[in-house]
């Protein structure tokens, strides 16, 4: 099946810093979601981007599909942004429309 | 409008038991996906149902079972409990099962086996 990888595994920043997270996969995309995980466990939608480039307020992502990877920005970080961001996607050659989910990348942001 | 909801928000079981975890899409959705996510991993996908009909099913044992109603709400069912069950259970609700749907997710429900 699909493989997907992020990076870093953890980031510790303070805040107002700027960070760049990255979702590598192993193949072709029909679906590629970025989630924010809270302290409590629910995924928090933040862009829905198989492709192209995204912008909400402090946070901005883009998917290269031909070349297997997508980034999530996100500028002058604060305290609340703390918590695990998720990369999901699912493939064409998935069952339905199950998502494959990366490790994730710990975010830290110390005040 | 309301979200996704799932019932309980936390559990906590005696390995050997029976549990029963439940969940509302979206109103809407037709769609309901249920994922399993131990500590420290990303979630990992246990069935998807799609107009009461199992549409994928990952690589879990057959004590794990699911269905779906005619309201579009779902059951996720789990028969002798192991303590390596002990994890977050995630349901998601997406309009249909076009390729590419966007997924919407509860909050969970954290269960503890003892």
């Known amino acids: 099946g699909i493989q997907v990888e992020q990076s870093p595994p953890d980031l510790i920043l303070q805040e107002g810093a700027n960070s760049t997270l990255r979702c590598n996969f192993s193949?072709?995309?029909?679906?590629l979601q970025w989630f924010h995980q809270n302290p409590w466990g629910q995924l928090i939608n933040l862009f829905y981007?198989?492709?192209g480039t995204k912008q909400n307020g402090r946070l901005s992502a883009t998917t290269v599909a031909t070349e297997r990877y997508s980034l999530l920005y996100i500028s002058s970080s604060q305290t609340t942004d703390s918590g695990v961001y998720f990369c999901a996607v699912s493939s064409p050659n998935n069952a339905g429309n199950m998502l494959t989910f990366g490790g994730g990348t710990r975010l830290m942001v110390k005040p | 409008d309301a979200g996704v909801t799932q019932s309980p928000t936390h559990l906590i079981k005696t390995r050997g038991q029976h549990v029963t975890l439940r969940c509302s899409p979206i109103?809407?959705?037709?769609?309901v996906s249920w994922y399993q996510q131990v500590l420290g991993q990303g979630p990992q996908f246990i069935f998807q149902?799609?107009?009461?009909?199992?549409?994928g099913r990952g690589n879990f044992p057959d004590r794990f079972s699911a269905r779906q109603f005619p309201n579009y709400s779902s059951e996720l069912n789990v028969n002798a409990l192991l303590l390596g069950d002990s994890a977050l259970y995630l349901c998601a609700s997406s309009l249909h099962m076009v390729i590419g749907t966007e997924a919407f997710f509860g909050q969970g429900t954290r269960l503890t086996v003892v």
């Open positions: 981007i198989p492709s």
């Open positions: 193949d072709s995309v029909n679906n």
């Open positions: 109103s809407g959705h037709k769609s």
């Open positions: 149902y799609y107009e009461k009909e199992e549409r």
